[in-house]
């Protein structure tokens, strides 16, 4: 999006620097942008009034629908009926805005999308409920929480008696999966079973 309007914007300059300003916003053309711009407000108060993550992203990019249109309808308007140079000028400002506001939201998500290691606080609370999970839980081997989207992946490998009956290892790893789950920031949850072979 950031490099679409950018591209929209050395369009806009052009126009204006060779003279190739041209707007016609004709009354169809302005009945059509209003219709598009009621429904796609609808939609964004919608999306907003749900408030996942996906739908607030969905949401910015119908405000940024709204700025444009609105500001097209307007500038296109000025463009026809008062100064030629109005439409390219609005759509220089509304690109670059837009290209300013995706670029700040991509800035904000890449570390969550990346791998990036969980705060030290959620280590803290997962490693905690593992600890105390099940007495029968020797030590915790290895534990990796990291994020790759909105919420994080916890991987654990906790040690358990070589001995202990393969129903009993499933409960207590299945259990421990689903109670780390239930934390508000984890996405899901991978507990391996081992045994301590450290003395082989």
Not at 75 to 86: I, S
Not at 91 to 117: M, Y
């Amino acid at each position: 999006m950031a490099f679409a309007n950018v591209s929209m914007i050395m369009q806009s300059i052009n126009s204006i620097v060779n003279d190739t300003v041209d707007p016609q916003m004709t009354f169809l053309t302005m009945i059509i942008v209003v219709v598009q711009t009621a429904i796609k407000a609808v939609l964004m108060y919608l999306c907003y009034k749900r408030a996942s993550n996906s739908s607030l992203v969905i949401a910015m990019d119908l405000r940024n629908d709204l700025v444009t249109r609105s500001l097209a309808l307007v500038c296109g308007y000025l463009g026809d009926y008062v100064w030629r140079l109005a439409d390219p000028v609005g759509a220089i400002c509304v690109c670059t805005w837009i290209a300013f506001s995706w670029c700040q939201n991509a800035i904000e998500n890449i570390p969550q999308l990346t791998g990036r290691a969980a705060e030290r606080d959620q280590m803290a609370r997962i490693l905690n409920i593992a600890v105390k999970h099940d007495k029968r839980i020797q030590f915790i081997d290895h534990s990796m929480i990291y994020y790759t989207g909105q919420n994080a992946q916890v991987e654990l490998h906790i040690v358990l008696d070589e001995n202990m009956k393969l129903k009993q290892t499933h409960d207590i790893s299945h259990d421990l999966e689903k109670k780390i789950q239930k934390l508000d920031f984890v996405e899901r949850c991978f507990v391996h079973v081992d045994y301590n072979c450290d003395g082989d």
